[in-house]
């Protein structure tokens, strides 16, 4: 495999290690494992998640990569300072579609003569007809038209007029952008597989590639769960993509006429809440007798993931990969998920993941946990060999930026 001597990424955001104020960690740790291969990296960043220039000059050091940033439109600045945000209806495309690289900035992308030119974000794709003749990739990671494809099948989601026109208005907004910036010189990369096909489904001029999202961090630990009582986690923010499936378990668990199944939970279980907008879940569960526990922020995050046995994942709505979940996996924990959890995480229910589909499945599939702890504990090993072996962040680097891929999945 050839050597890649430089690569010049374009961001709306500028990389962070733990995903400051922006969408995904994911191009920080894919320039940090192409960096030691010995690849230059010179960022262009219009800098959206306004990370401070000390805070800049630091991710230059500890990546050892330059990062230069761009200006963003006047008039969309001015738009958001006046809180004119609604003024998008009269957008034909999303707002951050909007954003332009200065013809300046053109030049020096050419004179840099990179290797690769990437560019990160489905919003700034189109930023790739400026740099016709070089090779060059779009991560988008997810197809956002997708998105609100799946939304706008969720009950919860069209309970009124108000969120069925928001939604379709935004479906159409992207369906449109997808359509116009496909370009065949251009590969078009995504960490969902349903992502890519849909994509392709309406865009088919250029190249397009699902890989599995890479793993950023973890930490070897023995398998072994919490004894006399298992230690369940539920992680991440209480939002738009977890409440409907949240409200939903949590109701079955508090019934009133609560099944023995919701007993054997209560005696055999602690429940841990990490991360915002839990407190009203946490309160109910405590008035019906389970033991809880919240904490909204960890400064060690995979410190506080490991020690819990088991992650309990009920995503209503999505698309792509949720970092959250690979991490618990390569961390030991069993995961517990909807499928809006666990698509395209290389790992299989029953072996190396439980997979439910309502409420009820659920309880059945953590009452008997308990009752089989060891057979439980290989199901998590199992699955975070899958994950370590196939979510290896230095191979998919490799198929991403490297034109020869007959390998990918």
Not at 27 to 44: D, K
Not at 261 to 268: F, L, R, S
Not at 332 to 348: F, K, R
Request: aromatic share 10%.
């Amino acid at each position: 495999m050839d050597s890649l001597q430089k690569i010049v990424l374009i961001s709306l955001s500028t990389p962070t290690y733990n995903n400051v104020r922006a969408a995904s960690a994911l191009p920080y740790h894919l320039i940090r494992a192409q960096r030691g291969e010995g690849t230059a990296f010179v960022v262009y960043s219009f800098n959206i998640n306004e990370i401070a220039p000390d805070e800049i000059k630091q991710i230059e050091t500890t990546l050892g990569i330059t990062i230069k940033l761009l200006p963003r439109p006047r008039w969309m600045l001015l738009m958001i300072r006046l809180r004119l945000l609604l003024l998008r209806v009269f957008l034909r495309y999303p707002l951050g579609s909007y954003y332009r690289l200065p013809s300046a900035t053109i030049q020096a992308v050419k004179a840099e003569k990179p290797d690769v030119v990437w560019i990160y974000g489905e919003e700034i794709a189109g930023l790739a007809r400026w740099l016709s003749g070089m090779r060059c990739v779009v991560t988008m990671p997810d197809c956002e038209s997708l998105f609100y494809y799946r939304l706008l099948g969720k009950t919860f989601a069209t309970r009124n007029l108000f969120q069925i026109l928001k939604s379709s208005f935004a479906y159409h907004q992207y369906l449109s952008l997808e359509r116009r910036i496909c370009l065949p010189h251009v590969r078009y990369h995504f960490v969902g597989q349903a992502d890519a096909s849909f994509f392709q489904s309406h865009a088919e001029q250029g190249e397009t590639l699902f890989l599995r999202h890479p793993l950023y961090d973890y930490k070897v630990k023995p398998v072994a769960f919490h004894q006399p009582r298992i230690k369940l986690l539920i992680a991440g923010r209480n939002d738009f993509y977890m409440a409907d499936e949240v409200q939903k378990v949590i109701a079955l668990l508090t019934a009133r006429d609560v099944e023995a199944e919701v007993d054997t939970i209560k005696t055999h279980y602690d429940i841990a809440f990490l991360g915002k907008g839990w407190e009203p879940c946490v309160e109910a569960l405590q008035h019906a007798g389970f033991a809880v526990s919240h904490q909204r922020f960890a400064e060690d995050y995979i410190e506080a993931l490991q020690a819990n046995d088991i992650q309990l994942t009920p995503i209503a709505v999505g698309t792509g990969t949720k970092g959250k979940v690979l991490d618990a996996i390569a961390n030991g924990l069993l995961v517990v998920g909807t499928p809006g959890a666990l698509e395209n995480i290389a790992v299989e229910h029953g072996k190396s993941c439980l997979l439910y589909h309502s409420p009820h499945e659920l309880v059945t599939m953590l009452a008997t946990i308990p009752q089989h702890v060891s057979d439980y504990e290989r199901m998590a090993e199992a699955g975070r060999e899958q994950v370590l072996a196939r979510h290896q962040c230095l191979a998919i680097v490799h198929k991403l930026f490297h034109w020869d891929i007959s390998s990918v999945e």
